[in-house]
């Protein structure tokens, strides 16, 4: 209210505000309690009704970080690619990245938020491809020569290349309860409202960490 400055007066009511940066927006987080407790994202809720409830304006986020932003999930690739190569541990592309979670509406809701973001990347890229094979073709490069061009795209277009979906594990030792969940209260961040209901939908679901590892290694053919 003070842009940054609590100790003088405004003359007026400073809007928009400072920039505020969110991040760790869960609602809910449980680890090794019986009952899951309050996270970071119930600050971020009193901090919006208390704003609002004094200056009659909604907060403006500049930016939310961590789940279920596709920011992260991007940032969380780019890890598992440099990680993978780092350590030798692939022998061809990372096709799959897998993301388990208990919160259905950040973990969950985040990952499938990222296969969208993917699946839209695999069509621009087609369609770059295609526009790049027209303009070869149009400028009479062809063979071995243009398949050359169009197989050495820059280190970070090779990346998104590779993967082709972000598939949701959701383990039921954390927050999520299929006994006691409801969709009353909805523990999505403020805006990333209103969730589709597909998303919240997890791809598999699993009793717990070492289930969902199980799983995985089944899909992927290592057991």
């Not at 971020?44 to 986020?61: A, H, Q, R, S």
């Not at 954390?174 to 969940?181: A, I, L």
């Amino acid at each position: 209210m003070t842009d940054g400055l609590p100790c003088e007066t405004p003359p007026s009511l400073i809007y928009p505000h400072l920039p505020v940066l969110a991040c760790n927006m869960d609602l809910q987080w449980m680890a090794e309690a019986c009952l899951p407790r309050f996270g970071h994202g119930a600050f971020l809720v009193c901090l919006e009704n208390l704003y609002k409830k004094i200056t009659g304006k909604d907060i403006i986020y500049t930016a939310l970080v961590g789940k279920p932003s596709e920011i992260t999930y991007h940032h969380a690739e780019y890890c598992v690619h440099h990680h993978a190569r780092r350590l030798g541990a692939v022998c061809g592309p990372i096709k799959t990245l897998y993301a388990i979670g208990d919160n259905i509406n950040t973990d969950i809701y985040g990952a499938n938020l990222y296969n969208r973001y993917i699946q839209r990347r695999i069509k621009l890229q087609r369609k770059k491809n295609e526009s790049l094979s027209a303009h070869l073709a149009r400028v009479g490069i062809k063979g071995a020569k243009a398949d050359v061009i169009q197989e050495h795209p820059l280190h970070l277009e090779q990346i998104e290349e590779e993967v082709g979906s972000c598939l949701s594990v959701l383990v039921r030792t954390g927050v999520y309860n299929e006994e006691t969940h409801h969709d009353s209260c909805d523990h999505s961040p403020r805006d990333f409202l209103p969730a589709e209901a597909g998303l919240k939908e997890p791809t598999f679901r699993a009793d717990n960490v070492l289930n969902a590892l199980r799983l995985i290694f089944e899909r992927e053919h290592y057991v």
